[in-house]
């Protein structure tokens, strides 16, 4: 019961339309009624890497069940080994064929991350390990017009790390590049708008158009 990428995505926009207008699918809530079944296998058909913020759950945002979706969650959705492979992990078990990085406007851990940038503000060494990870892609952004339009500089760096993360799993594995050579996946990167509440898939989403 493989997903294809394309319905994978058609999936999830689906799903995201439902929560934007306010409406639960079917699927959604009858999924509670196959917890036994699930217990024995699952077969997520979509793995997303999201940011830990309570405002973006991603079985909420793209109406999704249980058994659903392989979802990973770390303060702004960055990529460090244990992403990646967990990451591997799903795609060699469940053989889920999309990869959704799921960013949000109003991040807290990129708004971190350019305080850090401009005050040298001093946080603990494991947040450091986390802005670490999101500091070489909104760095060149501060060097720009953007750094006099704070709205825009966030609305950027957000993307930019999206993009970063993105290019992270489909060029730092060996075993996730042969798998998006041979056609089996697709990583594409994403933003949630906190105000919206639509999701836009900006970044590598154009093959599986719908
Ligand atoms: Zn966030």
New binding site residues.
């Given amino acids: 019961m493989t997903v294809s990428t394309r319905e994978a995505l058609a999936r999830l926009r689906e799903g995201n339309r439902r929560f934007v207008s306010g409406v639960q699918g079917l699927d959604t809530l009858l999924s509670h009624t196959r917890r036994t079944e699930l217990a024995a296998e699952q077969h997520p058909f979509a793995i997303v890497l999201g ?3 309570s405002r ?1 759950p991603a079985e909420m945002v793209f109406d999704q069940g249980l058994g659903d979706l392989f979802v990973i969650r770390v ?2 959705n960055i990529v460090a080994p244990s992403q990646v492979g967990s990451v591997e992990f799903a795609a060699e078990q469940f053989g889920s064929s999309l990869v959704v990085v799921l960013g ?1 406007t109003r ?4 708004a971190a991350t350019l305080n850090d940038l401009r005050s040298g503000a001093h946080p603990s060494q494991n947040v450091r390990s986390i802005v670490n990870r999101i500091r070489p892609s909104v760095e060149a952004l501060l060097a720009t017009d953007l750094k006099n339009d704070e709205e825009r500089l966030m609305r950027e760096a957000v993307r930019a790390n999206v993009r970063a993360s993105a290019n992270h799993l489909r060029h730092g594995s060996a075993l996730l590049e042969q798998l998006i050579q041979d056609g089996n996946l697709l990583v594409v990167g994403a933003e949630y708008s906190l105000e919206t509440g639509e999701v836009d898939f900006f970044d590598g989403a154009v093959d599986a158009a719908p």
């Fill in positions: 940011c830990s913020d973006v303060a702004g949000h991040c807290g851990a990129i």
